[in-house]
């Protein structure tokens, strides 16, 4: 069943909340395949909050991250982009951390599961590498509790996922630095995740 099919499908009472502030923004809506009928896809923006733990770094605050994709008939999905900004890691003066795509992703969904998707954990500063990151990482992400309705005009839905058995491995690409780097953060590691996302969607 395709994510928003489920979603729908399962959606509590109506909610009179207000639409969340997030900036939804369909400018990495993807092109559709060359056979594709337009009319019969949509492009899906979600908007997340997340933390991530893992090591000796706990908690983190990710701030927002917006990840686009296409979903069409016989559940045909296009991929568009992530984005995010990178997050500061706290006692590690000019390192930042920036979760990229990876170059899978699978957001059919279950009751249970809300999608699947292939990540790295790219690390940035000045005296890093510049493709200092970990190898992908793959995450399974679960529902946490059911989807509500936060707003009818424009249609925008809310859901929270985790996802409690990630492994982040150690780091790659990092410079002379990388062994240091993965000492403070304590990689390789189990890891966890948790995040609230906001999606809306519009036709092609």
């Known amino acids: ?14 909610s009179v909340a207000p639409a969340p502030q997030a900036q939804f923004d369909f400018t990495d809506c993807p092109a559709l395949p060359a056979a594709a009928d ?13 933390k991530l733990s893992f090591g000796r770094v706990t908690d983190l605050d990710l701030g927002t991250m917006r990840l686009t994709f296409a979903e069409g008939t016989l559940d045909a999905q296009v991929f568009g982009a992530l984005r995010d900004e990178p997050t500061r890691i706290p006692n590690l ?29 790219a690390f940035e500063g000045p005296l890093l590498g510049r493709a200092c990151a970990s190898t992908p990482v793959h995450s399974v992400l679960r529902a946490d509790g059911p989807t509500e309705v936060v707003s009818t005009d ?3 839905l809310r859901f ?4 409690s058995q990630l492994t982040l491995p150690a780091t790659t ?15 390789p ?16």
Not at 38 to 50: D, F, G, K
Not at 190 to 202: A, D, E, P
């Open 173 to 187: 690409g990092c410079g002379p630095l990388g062994r240091l780097l993965d000492h403070r953060l304590g990689l």
């Open 93 to 121: 003066p000019g390192v930042g951390l920036r979760l990229r795509y990876a170059g899978y992703s699978d957001f059919h969904s279950t009751p249970e599961r809300k999608g699947a998707i292939d990540l790295t954990a």
């Open 38 to 50: 337009p009319s019969q896809w949509r492009c899906e923006v979600l908007v997340s909050q997340a």
């Open 160 to 163: 929270s996922t985790t996802d």
């Open 189 to 204: 590691s189990s890891g966890s995740y948790q995040q609230t996302t906001h999606v809306q969607l519009r036709s092609y």
């Open 154 to 156: 424009p249609l925008t």
């Open 1 to 14: 069943m395709t994510f928003l099919a489920l979603a729908t499908a399962g959606l509590t009472a109506l």
